[in-house]
């Protein structure tokens, strides 16, 4: 049974940083390309980044770009999104999700197979 657990998500005030991780279960995440992706209140769900199967391709979208960071722990299990530069549009509840091979990064979440139960990210003072 494939599950995806997200963690790291928190309070934090603008300007601070959070680390999210997803660790999986019932599958090796090497060889399933990963999504994170958010939603706010009212708002529908957003793509922001992904790492390829194929060979680590890394994907942001305009809104994170240069803020947050995508990367995988074979060894773990795990890929982490480092968020830095938090501001309060960044809170959101914050899920992982595979896409099983072949198939490449993508930002529909209707592309994605398997997805974890989300972590809430707030940012504010």
């Known amino acids: 049974q494939v599950q995806l657990v997200e963690s790291g998500g928190g309070l934090v005030q603008p300007g601070g940083s959070l680390r999210l991780s997803c660790a999986a279960s019932?599958?090796?995440?090497?060889?399933?390309?990963i999504g994170w992706f958010r939603q706010a209140p009212g708002r529908e769900r957003e793509g922001i980044s992904c790492?390829?199967?194929?060979?680590?391709?890394?994907y942001y979208s305009e809104s994170v770009k240069g803020r947050f960071t995508i990367s995988r722990d074979n060894a773990k299990n795990t890929v982490y999104l480092q968020l830095n530069m938090l501001e309060p549009e960044d809170t959101a509840v914050y899920y992982c999700?595979?896409?099983?091979?072949?198939?490449?990064?993508?930002?529909?979440?209707?592309?994605?197979?398997?997805w974890g139960q989300g972590t809430q990210v707030t940012v504010s003072l």
């Open positions: 999700a595979a896409r099983r091979p072949p198939y490449s990064c993508s930002f529909y979440p209707a592309h994605f197979d398997s």
């Open positions: 790492i390829r199967r194929s060979d680590g391709s890394r």
């Open positions: 019932g599958l090796t995440l090497d060889d399933y390309t």
